[in-house]
C-alpha cells in the first residue's frame, strides 16, 4: 500500500513530499534540473524502439499494437474455469493468465490430506492432462497466449501445456505460455516454494534452455518484481531485485554453453503498479534502460530485440483497501491509466472485491472494461511515451534509475540474488520495511483515503465469489477416474524415467512432457522432483 | 503484569502470502513481546505441537485463503486435547464479518481481519493474557 510520504504545514501547504523509494519531490521543475542530473536526450532515453528503450521498446508503441489484458482467472474445477475463460475472451481480453489452486501451486493432487478445504479455492485444481483438455477446450491456442501462474512447479505446468497442445491439435512451435516459473521471488514473498534453491533454479535453467528449440514463442520465465513489491520492497528494489533474480537465471543457462542471445528474449516480467503515479511511470522508464544496459554490458546481448524489458504490468493488490471497497474501482483505473503511460505489453488490474476473496464475473469484467476504456476513449493509444520531455518526470525518471543502479549495486555486494534469497537478507528487509510501512499509516504519516483519513464507520457489503465445496469432491472424483484409466504401467514408467532424468542431472522437460502425455498427475512428478532435489527449508526470520 | 508475553505466528495450510504474518510479528516484538514464527506450509497438528513445545501464551493464526473456520475448528480441538485450551487464539487475515460469531462459538477470542490497526491487535493480547 505503499504512498508518497508528506509534510504537510499547519495550514496544509505542502513542505515537503519523498517518495517511496527514498526521491524527494520539488514543488517545480524546469531545465536547471535536468542539467543538475546530467540528463542527455540521446543517452538517456533515445527514439521509441530504439536503445536503450526508456520511452518504449517499440517505436508507435501503442499504435502498432493494443496492450494485452489478461485478467488472472481460475477457481473451481476446470469446467467453471473454461466458462470464466470463454466469458472474458467474448468481452474481448487477448490473453489468458491462469490461476492455480494452492494444492496444485505446491504439487499436491487433490485428494492429498494437506489439500482438503483448498481444492479450487483460489484458483484452479489441476491433477492431470484430463484437466488442461477441459480448461483450454474451444480456445484458440495459436491466437491466445496463456500466463500460467505457478513457480516451483512451473515445469510440470509447461510440459502440460505442451501435451494439451498437441492434444488439441495446436503445433507446440506456435502455442505461447508464459509460465511464471520464478522460485525466488516466491521465497521473498508469496511462499509457495517446495524444492532446496540450487535445484529449484536449475529446473528453471531446464524449462528454459527447452523452450530455445522446442517451444520457441514461448516465454519461459516471468520474473515477479511484483510479489516482491506486495511484500515490502519499494518501486526500485522492485526492479532491482527483479533483474537480480533475472541475472541468477541467465547464468544458470549460460553454464550450460548458451549465449544469452539465444534465450534472454523470451524472459518476460510481471512488475506492479500501486502508489505514487510519478514514481510508477519514472520506474518502468529508468527500468527499461538498466535493464537493456544490463544485458548489453553485463552479458554481451547483441540482437536490440533481446533488450527489451517486456512485461505485464498490472494493477497491485496491495493498493486495494478492504474499507470502502468501490474506491478499488477508482484506484484500478489510475493503476490502468499508470501502466498505459509506462508502456505496459500487458496489463491486467486487481478487481474491487480482490481485498475480500477471488473476484465475481461482474468485477472481472469492470477490470477488463477498465482498460478496454483507457484504450478506446481516453486516449491511451495516441502517441508513444507520452510524458517524455516533461522536466519532473525526465530528472525523476534520472533519479529512479540511481536507485535501482544503488540497489542492484547492494546486490551484487553480497554476493547475488540467489545467496542474498538464501540467506533471508531480502525477506527480512522487506518485511521489516512492510511494517514500517503499517507503522507509518497508523501513525497518520501516511494516507490512505477511506482507510485512515476520511473514513467511514460500518461494513460495506459486496457481492462475493463463492467457493463451492461440491467442486472439491468433483475433482477428487475426476482424479480417481484418471487414475483408474490410464494405462497404469505406461505411467509408472515415465515416471521412472523422470526420476532417472533427474538423478543424472538431464533436462527433465522432454521427461516430464511424457509423464503428462501418460496422464501421470501432478503429484506423481513433483513427488519425485521432492525425493530427488529434497525441500527448501527457511532461513531464520526473527 | 512483569512477564514477557509469548506469542505464536503461525501460518497454516498451504497459503505463503506472509506479508501480513511478518508485519505482526514484527509489531508484537517492537511491543516487547516474545515472538515464534512457525515459517509457511504448517499442519494444523505441527501449529499446536509447536505452541505446547514452545509454552506460548498465544496461538496467532494468519488466514488469507477462506479456510479459517475448518482451520480453527481443528485447531481448537486438538489444543484442547493436549490440554492447551487456555492459550488465547487470534486469528487474522482475509475474515469476512459473517464468520465472526462461528469463529467466536468455537473458541476463537481476537479477530483481526486485515486493515485493523496493529496498535489495536497488542493492545487486545497484552488485555486478555493479563486478565487471563
Redesign the interface.
Known sequence: MDVARYVKDDKDRIQAVTLSSGIPVKASYGPEDLAAVGFDYARDLGEPGEYPFTRNIFAEGYRSREWTTRQYTGFGTPRETNERFQLMIAHGQTGLNVAFD??T??G?DSDHP?????VG??GMAVDSLRDFEIAFGGIDLHRVGTGLTINAVAAIMLAMYQAVGEKLGFDRTRISATPQNDILK?VI?????IYALDPAVKLIGDTIEYSIEAMPRTNPVSICGYHIR???ATPAQEMAYAFGIANSYIDEVVRRGYHPDQFVGRFSFNLNIFGNLWEQVAKFRAGRKVWAQNLKDKYGVKDPRNLWLRGLFAGGG?GL???EPENNIIRGAYYGMAAALSGAQTTALCSFDE???IPTPRSALLSLRTCQILMEEVGMRDTVDPLAGSYFVETLTKQMEEKIREEMADIDARGGMLACVKDGYVQRKV??Q??EF??AL?RGELVKVG?NKYATEG?HEVD?HE?NEAWAEEKIADLQEVRRTRDGDAARQTLKSLEAAARDGKNVMPFLVDCCRAYATVGEMADVFREVYGEFA?PK?? | MNRTIKVLVAKPGLDGHDRGAKVIAHALKEAGMEVVYTGLHQSVEAVVQAAVQEDVDVVGLSILTGGHLPICRKLMALLAEQGAGDKLVCVGGVIPSRDFEALRALGVKGIFPGGTPLSETVAFIRQHVASG
Open positions: 494452492l494444492p501451486q505446491m499436491l494437506m489439500a482438503a478445504g483448498e479455492r483460489v516466491e514473498g508469496r511462499g509457495a516454494w506486495e511484500s515490502g496491495s483497501t478492504k474499507a481485498a475480500y476473496t518485511s521489516r512492510a511494517f503499517e507503522a497508523e482507510v461494513q462475493l467457493y527457511e526470520m526473527f
